[in-house]
């Protein structure tokens, strides 16, 4: 068992003027919150450029802009770079450092564009008659890679455009399909494909050329749906070749994981060349070293199985041989970096209920932590120095500058300062226990902002999604405790048998068990709470999850039916049977339960909650994204019809204009209001 000392951030102790009250931390505050990223160093690490996103609440949207940092400077102001209605997103140096290049809607389209640093308007790189999705500059700054959309029997990118527009326009809206995707994640499918292209750069730096095909040949996308991005592909440090990661998609695209590394010449003029073909499962993010002499990429072992280990794996560009590199470190790689001696692999990773920044020595293997408690986000290395954004659980992302030797960190921007002068957060703790199977399952507890010695307080029980997540010690713009603990309640949250950072078995042990250690994880973790934390009043718990926290909010229904006051499921799963036919990645419900439906539906059925309706009791928030075709609304639809058929206190809300996750500003602030006047009719009363 261990214990971790209660943590409270800067911004709790922080005094904004001697009349200045404390208060707590809410929606209102989550929503306007400036938000950093994209943190991307010079090549001489001498300044850094980022993303901060802001949002305009009249338009109910955010807004993304460039900022510009001298990092060898303490206490350096940053200079923000670009303005206007439409964002800049994406930054990139040009290899010599002059100017930054990025992406934006500001011409009516979304094109490249290029900052001088010495000053000056950006001008635009692209003029091209589709949106340019994602870029990439070569290293010598002869050329271009991008991505977009198109139809890839079209011979040019203005037939794509055409035959798009008439679509739209077409009085007949029939869409005929036969094969999946039919829809993806928010998307239906309408026969276009992410293409990776590439241009020539003339000596200004502007698209000098028309774009060639790269990938066009292949039946994918780059970068893959839905998440994809520019970490897809990369090209080779003299610049002449570009490798890339795709699925080919055929007719089994919808339960195949088997994305493969392909080479490409920089300059078209041959096909694709495949170079992880003998891998069936997942190979992705593949970067050359600095010297060109070795590809670096991460693999999965298993096909089928998007939760697999992610480990990394060294190409020899001259012979092809391939290994492991610290093959014996049972953690999952998020994203890596080259340092640029090329002796160093920089890469993050869950880590006990962290997300942590680590150096893997590119020859041994060796692994050290760079980082100790918190989140690791997006990150740059140059040189001797590393620039990363780091969140922790009563602290939105900031940007930190540290060596790749490590030691202490130093904050370099001071976002949202003002805007939380006065905000007291709550105080966190990491807790351990013992869970299922008598092994070691972490959490972590959170006090109310205002919390009193010898009070108790009402508890938000928070079940992660997934299920291989990890509900640790992080910032969330959805699911964030700080919400409740500014509204007085403690918070608890567990990361189950399933989650991700305590090894690949810990994670492969829900497979199949989806109603089993998981309930009794919960079970024992708010019991070992609230013995451990007096504070905690157990007699007032409402117990709330989304995607699989809101499968198993079902599950508790009713095979934990008299454990809470109340319960919340955001776009949780109902009926497994109609979630294996409905939902659109087949790949996750197949793997989950050994096979297909008609093929082992015992599996399915063991664990589904449609069968225990009969024994639910306990009042029930239902919320759905109306554009979620992970969790179909159906899904929704039959809990709030149960729930309303056997007479339990229940509301449903729908998002027309939401999926799986709740973004808009306007219904952000909804959400919270609708659930935090559940909690309060069910909780607030002793």
């Given at each position: 068992m261990i214990s971790r000392l209660f943590i409270l951030s800067a911004a709790a102790l922080a005094v904004g003027s001697a009349y200045a009250a404390p208060r707590g931390f809410t929606a209102e505050d989550l929503v306007r919150l400036e938000r950093v990223g994209s943190p991307a160093l010079s090549p001489d690490a001498s300044s850094l450029v980022y993303t901060v996103r802001s949002t305009n609440m009249e338009k109910n949207k955010g807004n993304t802009q460039l900022y510009l940092l001298d990092v060898r400077k303490e206490n350096a102001q940053p200079v923000r770079l670009t303005q206007g209605d439409a964002s800049s997103t994406d930054p990139e140096w040009s290899p010599k450092g002059d100017a930054i290049y990025f992406l934006s809607a500001r011409s009516g389209s979304n094109q490249v564009w290029r900052q001088p640093i010495g000053g000056g308007e950006a001008v635009r790189v692209t003029d091209l008659p589709l949106d340019v999705e994602t870029f990439r500059l070569s290293p010598t700054g002869e050329r271009i890679a991008l991505s977009m959309?198109?139809?890839?029997d079209c011979p040019d990118l203005a037939c794509s455009k055409t035959r798009a527009a008439a679509a739209n326009t077409n009085k007949a809206t029939g869409k005929v399909y036969d094969r999946m995707f039919v829809r993806h994640w928010d998307t239906w499918a309408d026969g276009?494909?992410?293409?990776?292209?590439?241009?020539?750069?003339?000596?200004?730096?502007?698209?000098?050329?028309?774009?060639?095909?790269?990938?066009?040949?292949?039946d994918g996308n780059v970068p893959s749906k839905p998440f994809g991005?520019?970490?897809?592909?990369?090209?080779?440090?003299?610049?002449?070749s570009i490798v890339f990661s795709v699925r080919i998609a055929g007719k089994s695209e919808p339960w195949s994981t088997n994305f493969d590394v392909y080479q490409v010449p920089a300059a078209g003029g041959a096909a694709p060349r495949n170079l992880t073909a003998e891998n069936k499962a997942w190979d992705a993010k593949a970067a050359f070293s600095p010297d060109g002499k070795t590809l670096a990429y991460l693999a999965m072992k298993r096909p089928g199985f998007e939760a697999d280990r992610f480990q990394l794996v060294f190409m020899d560009v001259a012979t092809g041989k391939k290994r492991n590199i610290a093959a014996g470190w049972d953690r999952s790689i998020g994203e890596f970096r080259w340092s640029s001696d090329g002796k160093t692999i920089l890469a993050t990773a869950d880590d006990l209920g962290q997300h942590r920044l680590f150096a893997i020595d590119a020859a041994g293997g060796k692994v050290k932590a760079l980082t100790d408690k918190?989140?690791?986000?997006?990150?740059?290395?140059?040189?001797?120095?590393?620039?990363?954004?780091?969140?922790?659980?009563?602290?939105?992302a900031q940007l930190y500058r540290t060596s790749l030797a490590g030691g202490d960190a130093v904050q370099i921007t001071d976002l949202n300062a003002e805007a939380l002068k006065d905000v007291k957060f709550g105080e966190y703790?990491?807790?351990?226990?013992?869970?299922?199977?008598?092994?070691?399952?972490?959490?972590?507890?959170?006090?109310?902002?205002?919390?009193?010695?010898g009070e108790k307080y009402p508890v938000a029980f928070i079940i992660h999604g997934g299920p291989q997540g990890s509900f640790g010690n992080s910032w969330s713009y959805r699911w964030n405790p700080q919400t409740y603990a500014g509204a007085g309640y403690a918070s608890v949250f567990i990361d189950f048998h399933g989650s991700t950072g305590y090894g690949q078995k810990f994670t492969d042990s829900i497979?199949?068990?989806?109603?089993?250690?998981?309930?009794?994880?919960?079970?024992?973790?708010?019991?070992?709470?609230?013995?451990?934390?007096?504070?905690?009043?157990?007699?007032?718990?409402?117990?709330l999850g989304a995607s699989y926290g809101g499968y198993m909010v079902n599950w508790i229904a009713g095979n934990w039916s008299d454990g809470f006051r109340c319960l919340v499921n955001?776009?949780?799963?109902f009926d497994t049977r109609g979630m294996a036919y409905a939902t659109e990645e087949l790949w996750f419900t197949e793997w989950e339960n050994g096979g297909t439906y008609y093929d082992n539906p015992a599996a399915y059925e063991k664990y589904n909650p449609v069968h225990h309706v009969k024994k639910w009791k306990t009042p029930m928030l239902v919320i759905q994204g109306d554009l979620d075709y992970r969790v179909p609304t159906t899904q929704a639809l039959g809990t709030f019809s149960a729930l309303q058929r056997r007479g339990i206190d229940s509301q449903l809300i729908v998002f027309p204009d939401e999926n799986h996750w709740v973004l808009k500003p306007a219904n952000s602030l909804q959400w919270h209001k609708v659930v935090k006047a559940w909690l309060d009719t069910h909780l607030k009363a002793k």
């Open positions: 959309a198109v139809f890839r276009r494909n992410g293409v990776l292209f590439s241009a020539p750069l003339d000596a200004s730096g502007r698209v000098s050329g028309t774009p060639v095909s790269l990938s066009g040949s292949l991005d520019r970490e897809d592909y990369r090209f080779s440090p003299d610049g002449q918190g989140y690791v986000g997006g990150f740059d290395v140059q040189g001797d120095t590393v620039v990363m954004s780091k969140a922790n659980l009563a602290s939105p703790e990491q807790f351990s226990f013992k869970g299922a199977r008598g092994e070691t399952v972490y959490g972590h507890v959170m006090k109310p902002w205002n919390a009193v010695a497979t199949g068990d989806w109603g089993g250690k998981p309930l009794e994880d919960l079970k024992k973790g708010l019991a070992a709470a609230t013995k451990k934390y007096p504070w905690l009043d157990r007699e007032r718990s409402c117990a955001h776009d949780g799963i």
